[in-house]
């Protein structure tokens, strides 16, 4: 568990970072309006996007160092049955199960 928790810890570290730099990127909003407007708007809006992915990363890697810490770590969330380590060195923040989690998942339609 101490590698575990060492492991997210550093991923926590790396993503703090990463969000420090696209927060920078987002401080000068591009002018945009009907007729008007920067090209980088489009860049701006990719980032802004980007950040809400880095600030769910974040909150499901604390989510998991809580886990680890509680004793919870590896164990699902909904089902009570040991996560594969296989699947955790994947998903280090899996909190479910892969049968769980694929009960989770909406219907794919081909």
Not at 43 to 54: K, Y
Not at 89 to 96: G, K
């Amino acid at each position: 568990m101490k590698s575990t928790k060492k492991c997210l810890s550093q991923e926590l570290k790396e993503a703090e970072i990463e969000l420090a730099q696209v927060n920078e990127q987002l401080e000068e909003r591009p002018d945009y309006g009907l007729g008007t407007g920067s090209t980088g708007v489009f860049t701006w809006e990719m980032a802004l996007a980007r950040r809400q992915r880095i600030e769910d990363h974040i909150a499901s890697l604390r989510e998991a160092m809580t886990r680890v810490e509680t004793g919870s770590y590896g164990t699902c969330q909904c089902c009570g049955e040991v996560i594969d380590p296989e699947r955790l060195e994947i998903i280090p923040t899996a909190s479910e199960c892969a049968e769980c989690a694929h009960k989770m998942q909406p219907l794919q339609r081909a």
